[in-house]
């Protein structure tokens, strides 16, 4: 369950970035005219559906689990091509689309020559997903229910989060949650401390950034000891240093999978998550767990996207 978006994808080199004001590899919100100007300004780009929770799902179904998303698009272009996109990978979604309101998101991507994203995302019909648009039967048949931090902020899709949590535990299932990313916690500390604190999420994905700035600790260990005491499950991504998992007491740290050249981070942490949620749906032991995950994100950045081009069914063998 996440922010429904289509990415627009284009190569920059540094000046550009200094020139629009946009600091490199950070990720911001645009208005909808704030975004018209800046895809005027971009070169030759690449469209395709993302969406963090959405580009997990996507990875789910290329390793041969089961998934579905709830995201909210609106009747236009950009929502056919992301429906399209969605069900042709074997996502199943069918949350409707809004008649009247604001455009389907996009977000903007630049990518420097080393491999690096800026992300500039104008949220659009996202935002205006609202708890009577869930699927409750599919929540609850569901054995992992997941949730990201893009869409936790805005009032309405934070109430339609907070349901389906309920739906979700009514049925005995499990809820995972990713923080997203670092500039989503500025604004949202509170909120996302609540829905931890209160048991909300049994399964939290996040990067050293961002167990920090939750925490508000300055050590990473602090940060690290204090969540695993809230969450029962705990994934920390390292980035090209690896990811722990912190459960049940036991620790474990992989390295990172090798890859030949970093193309394009763009959904390096989504298809990481993709990865352990489809080993953990299949009863894989946590280091498994993080093994698949760092599998599934060494071939995203392999190449522009971030959706999976590689068989990894094949690579991950489940």
Same mark, same amino acid.
């Given at each position: 369950m996440g922010d429904a978006i289509v990415d627009v994808i284009a190569s920059c080199d540094d000046a550009f970035l200094t020139r629009h004001n946009l600091p490199k590899g950070s990720m911001q919100l645009l208005t909808p005219a704030e975004a018209d100007t800046l895809y005027s300004a971009m070169g030759v780009a690449?469209?395709? *559906? /993302? /969406? *963090?929770? @959405?580009n997990s799902m996507a990875g789910v179904a290329a390793m041969g689990g089961s998934a579905a998303f709830i995201g909210q698009v609106a009747e236009d272009q950009l929502g056919m091509i992301f429906e399209h996109d969605m069900r042709a990978l074997g996502v199943r979604f069918d949350t409707p689309p809004l008649v009247e309101g604001p455009p389907t998101g996009r977000c903007l991507i630049l990518v420097t020559p080393d491999g690096q994203r800026t992300m500039n995302t104008c949220p659009g019909a996202s935002h205006e997903l609202s708890a009577d648009k869930l699927d409750r039967e599919l929540i609850a048949s569901a054995s992992i229910l997941f949730l990201e931090g893009y869409l936790f902020g805005p009032e309405k899709p934070r109430a339609a989060m907070m349901e389906a949590i309920k739906v979700a535990h009514a049925a005995n299932r499990r809820v995972a949650f990713t923080l997203s990313e670092s500039v989503c916690i500025a604004g949202r500390k509170e909120s996302f401390g609540r829905m931890i604190d209160s048991g909300g999420v049994d399964l939290l994905f996040c990067n050293e950034d961002e167990a920090l700035q939750l925490t508000g600790r300055a050590d990473l260990k602090n940060a690290l000891v204090e969540l695993s005491i809230k969450v029962p499950t705990l994934v920390v991504t390292k980035g090209a240093e690896g990811a722990v998992a912190i459960e049940n007491g036991e620790r474990i740290a992989i390295p990172a999978a090798p890859v030949g050249e970093v193309i394009d981070t763009t959904g390096a942490g989504d298809l990481f998550a993709a990865g352990f949620l489809t080993a953990r749906s299949k009863g894989a032991s946590l280091e498994r767990c993080l093994w698949t995950g760092a599998i599934a994100a060494a071939?995203? =950045? /392999?190449?522009? /996207? @971030?959706?999976? =081009? @590689?068989?990894?069914?094949a690579l991950v063998k489940l």
């Open positions: 690449r469209e395709m *559906s /993302g /969406g *963090s929770a @959405a071939e995203v =950045i /392999g190449h522009y /996207g @971030a959706r999976p =081009i @590689a068989d990894l069914k």
